[in-house]
């Protein structure tokens, strides 16, 4: 086998991975919004819900500021409202 057959398929692991990994980060935003409200009805005196939504805000915050930047904020409220 030589060095460039080997080679090919790790190329294409990478190319897929750098193109699906954004995607599914942008549509998890959905069911995070989803997981917080439900947090909130359930559990609206639980200490751990601080930790959770600190964590969820540290994690989608560069998403909010791409969609201001890029003045998709609308569709970035309409696709969080489906979830609630």
């Known amino acids: 086998m030589s060095v460039k057959a080997t080679r090919t398929p790790r190329k294409r692991l990478w190319i897929i991975a750098c193109v699906t990994l954004p995607v ?33 805000m540290i994690a989608y915050t560069p998403l909010e500021w791409a969609a201001k930047c890029l003045g998709l904020e609308e569709l ?9």
């Open 24 to 56: 599914l980060y942008v549509l998890s935003f959905g069911p995070a919004i989803w997981t917080m409200s439900l947090l909130i009805k359930r559990f609206p005196e639980y200490r751990l819900f601080t930790i959770v939504s600190a964590v969820f």
């Open 76 to 84: 970035f409220l309409w696709y969080a409202r489906l979830f609630i």
